[in-house]
């Protein structure tokens, strides 16, 4: 989808996607994000779990990396894509 950006000088059309103009690999960017968010929720209910059933902190301390990882990996992709 385009829109007439008015902050542009030369009123071209501006890409909404946030790609800025630069091709985007196809397909890797696309499964990562997917298997980072995959990582993300079930590492967040595997810590739910272990919670709920009363488990040592082994488990809560790999889980809970595992969910520090994953959203911080989003996140830093997330605000490389803003650029």
Do not use: K
């Not at 301390?61 to 605000?79: D, E, H, I, P, Y």
């Amino acid at each position: 989808m385009t829109y007439s950006d008015l902050h542009r000088a030369d009123g071209a059309p501006a890409s909404v996607d946030g790609s800025h103009g630069r091709p985007t690999p196809a397909g890797r960017t696309d499964v990562l994000r997917i298997v980072l968010w995959l990582v993300l929720g079930l590492s967040a209910t595997g810590n739910l779990v272990w919670s709920i059933t009363g488990a040592g902190a082994g488990p809560h301390l790999l889980f809970g990396a595992l969910s520090a990882v994953s959203g911080v990996a989003l996140g830093v992709r997330f605000l490389r894509a803003r650029r």
